[in-house]
């Protein structure tokens, strides 16, 4: 059992830069925005917090820890104001609220509390380091989502932010690009066309995944690990190359510009999701089970559906979840092995990218966002699931 650092007061001359750090970093993006220099602001924005921290630590008491982080809100948010109008002070108020937090959290020695007494200062600073790199990694991924969202609800044809919506004015936004979507042919074509191939693909990629990995689980099955790379290579191999290739075999067959072809193809992209979700699953698989409904007289088929699908149905049903977003979201290789009767959702989208500039394609995309984030999640619930039937998990 870990023993817990007991908190202590820091030094302003080590708390003051530290949290100016913070307001230089800060800075960058605020400089930017106001001043028109990113250097101006990383140079304001570690003056004002060093001397934010300073005042906080040094001049205030303790005991008002609480209303010095509201006065500190609502500070920032009234610069915010001023400089921005209503999404200034919004983001003056995140910025209060953080360096508020932030002061207090380096000043009284609060970051050593759930960690070690016996880690040195480098240590504590890699601890933190890495987990603000992941953060500012995971911001960068999710922030071009972020933007695309509210801009599906402009009132106007543009794909920037109208001054109406910035200033939060309920006639900047509207639904008419969904309006727009649910009443177009193209886009409901295209939507039922992704809603025919991605099933009928899931449900071939679960088939022939699922049997894969039953079959490459088992010890004496020869060359196992040069199938596996050949039946995951799909994963590896550019999908460009893989388009490419897919076209040429086709057309010499006479499945380039069907819905089986396309199917196929979708299927093939999804297999390897599915072999490495139920491979995993496999791992904690007691194999005694199988030999004892072998001994009670159980033809292995009815092993498979009774004993081991019940017992990897997470894993399958996780598979099948990751192959539907595969095809569901798939643009290269439709492009190439389809035809105009088989134009997808995101073919369409595409299209409207090169040849007709529409804001539907930010409703679409939300929408899509929403479908995943809803899939995904259940990915989470069915993976937490899988691990509790495992005994991997005390939850």
Known sequence: MAV?????????????????????????????????????GILIGFVLAAALAFVVLEALP?????????????????????????????????????FGWFAYWVGYGRYRVPLPPYLTGGQVLWHYGFRTI?????????????????????????FTFTPEMLRFDPEGYSLRHYREFFNSSEWQNALKNSLIIAPFATILSVSFGTLAAIGLSSEHVPFRRAIMAILISPMIVPLIISAAGMYFFYSRIGLQGTLFGVVLAHAALGIPFVIITVTATLVGFDR?????????GADPVRTFFKVQMPLILPGVISGGLFAFITSFDEVVVVLFVGSARQQTLPWQM??????????????????LVGISILLLTTVEILRRRSERLRGMSPG
Do not use: D, H
């Open 350 to 367: 595409f299209t409207g990218l090169r040849e007709q500039i529409s804001p539907t394609i930010l409703a679409v995309a939300t929408i």
């Open 288 to 296: 005694s089970l199988t030999r004892a409904a072998a001994n009670m």
């Open 134 to 158: 992941c953060g500012a990694i995971f911001i960068f991924l999710i922030t071009p989502i972020l933007v695309v969202m509210p801009l599906s609800f402009n009132a106007e044809n543009f």
């Open 62 to 98: 303790k005991e008002q820890e609480r209303p010095v982080k509201w006065g500190l809100i609502a500070l920032f948010a009234l610069a915010g104001y001023l400089l921005g109008g209503i999404p200034g002070a919004v983001v003056g108020a995140l910025f209060g609220w953080f």
């Open 4 to 40: 817990e650092t007991q908190a202590r007061k820091m030094p302003i001359s080590f708390a003051a830069p530290t949290v100016g750090a913070a307001g230089a970093f800060a800075g960058i993006f605020v400089g930017a925005a106001v001043f028109g220099s990113s250097l101006l």
